[in-house]
């Protein structure tokens, strides 16, 4: 059964602290790796990662893929207030044509 | 605003009902997909559409179906509507049919009594 794994799933910190959030997967056809920001309403694209190394990089988030050992982390530099919210970590699994979520991470950061 | 519309916003009815959520996806965009959002299972892929045609299926019940019209808006039907059901229900479209990328709607919110 294909599988996405996150950790932690919640996480509190305060304001200005680095985070790095983890997923994890076991699923069939690997396509590709998305992220996403979840606040109080729909989730909001972040990342796409398909190849293994390169890292992708948004203002003071960063992710990175490792496809040798099935995993991904998506840093989070210099915190603030407005990052919290619960982070997505979903697999694209061809053959089965589907995507797969993790549990999702919910981070608060705390002024 | 990720240009994905979805009607109605909150919809509450009671066990053994039908209802009919109904999705726009962005301008240009092809596929639809269809996701259930509750507390303790997470989001959960459901459907997905691809001009007009069946692309991709989830863990959908039987009970739920869904169709892509040929303006490419979409439906998800739920029927004999169990407690269980009460969830966020979300559309998500995108360009290609190859799930990547995808834009969410705001997501129904439906709360079944």
């Known amino acids: 059964e294909d599988k996405v794994v996150q950790s932690p799933l919640s996480l509190v910190v305060h304001e200005g602290d680095t985070v790095t959030l983890n997923c994890s997967y076991e699923v069939t056809n690997f396509r590709s790796l998305l992220w996403y920001k979840q606040e109080k309403k729909a989730p909001t694209f972040l990342f796409m990662l398909t190849s293994s190394g390169i890292e992708k990089k948004s203002g003071r988030l960063s992710s990175i893929l490792d496809k040798k050992e099935l995993f991904s982390i998506l840093n989070i530099t210099a915190t603030q207030t407005g990052d919290s919210a619960v982070y997505l970590c979903?697999?694209?699994?061809?053959?089965?044509?589907?995507?797969?979520f993790g549990q999702g991470t919910r981070l608060t950061i705390n002024p | 605003d990720s240009g994905v519309t979805q009607t109605p916003k909150h919809l509450i009815t009671a066990t053994g009902q039908r209802v009919t959520l109904r999705c726009s996806p962005r301008?240009?965009?092809?596929?639809v997909y269809w996701y259930q959002q509750s507390l303790d299972q997470g989001l959960q892929f459901l459907i997905q559409?691809?001009?007009?045609?069946?692309?991709a299926k989830g863990n959908i019940l039987e009970r739920f179906s869904a169709q892509q019209f040929p303006d490419l808006h979409s439906e998800l039907n739920l029927s004999s509507l169990e407690l269980g059901d009460s969830a966020l229900y979300f559309c998500?479209?995108?360009?290609?049919?190859?799930?990547?990328?995808?834009?969410f709607g705001p997501g129904t919110r439906l709360l079944v009594l």
């Open positions: 559409y691809y001009n007009g045609e069946e692309r």
């Open positions: 998500a479209s995108s360009v290609d049919p190859l799930q990547e990328t995808q834009y």
């Open positions: 301008s240009g965009d092809l596929s």
């Open positions: 979903a697999v694209v699994v061809t053959g089965a044509q589907k995507l797969v």
